[in-house]
């Protein structure tokens, strides 16, 4: 399982605006989450996906891309 979350510290619209709110929206329902937990081979599709949208890597070097993606322990409580 993965954990794709929104970066805060990625500062920059580019991606946002250049379609990524539109594939964001896609994965998550559109309800306006921060984060969605995936299966691992449907969150690394999404995330080459994303990586094609313009502005992906347009963030500082401590938070390059807008979408984090961390793994998640099948006993993770959040889950």
């Keep these: 399982m993965v954990r794709l979350s929104v970066d805060f510290e990625h500062d920059s619209r580019l991606w946002?605006?250049?379609?990524g709110t539109e594939l964001w929206e896609a994965i998550t329902g559109?309800?306006?989450?921060?984060?969605?937990v995936?299966?691992?081979s449907l969150a690394e599709s999404w995330?080459?996906?994303a990586r094609t949208v313009?502005?992906?890597d347009a963030g500082?070097?401590?938070a390059p891309h807008p979408?984090?993606?961390q793994a998640v322990?099948?006993?993770?409580?959040?889950?």
């Excluded at 559109?30 to 969605?36: I, M, P, S």
């Excluded at 322990?73 to 889950?79: E, Y």
């Design 60 to 62: 500082h070097e401590f």
């Design 30 to 36: 559109g309800d306006g989450a921060n984060a969605v």
């Design 16 to 19: 946002w605006d250049s379609g």
């Design 47 to 49: 995330i080459s996906q």
């Design 67 to 69: 979408i984090a993606m």
């Design 38 to 40: 995936l299966e691992d």
């Design 73 to 79: 322990a099948d006993d993770d409580p959040d889950l």
């Design 54 to 56: 313009v502005g992906w």
